[in-house]
């Protein structure tokens, strides 16, 4: 299974985390979760709650919130 990306086009620390797994070469799904409110759910499932973006999952676990440990919160829709 890929590692699944949740962020916002907005958050600059979204991009840098997208650009370093291109880098890498790791496959990846991403979500925008300012559009996609399915995808907001499961992350906030999967965080218990945090709103801090981006964060990275693989196989339903956490892997990382934020990047280099800076994030944007994501508002309530």
């Known amino acids: 299974m890929p590692l ?3 962020g ?22 991403e979500y925008d979760v ?3 409110e399915a995808a907001l759910r499961r992350m906030l499932a999967l965080t218990g709650g945090d709103r801090t973006v981006p964060v990275l ?6 892997m990382q919130v934020g990047w280099q440990g800076r994030g944007c919160i994501v508002k309530a829709p």
């Open 34 to 36: 300012e559009t996609d």
């Open 8 to 29: 916002t086009k907005a958050c600059p620390y979204t991009a840098d985390l997208r650009d370093d797994l291109e880098w890498r070469g790791k496959q990846y799904v």
């Open 4 to 6: 699944e990306l949740f």
């Open 57 to 62: 999952a693989e196989d339903g676990e956490v």
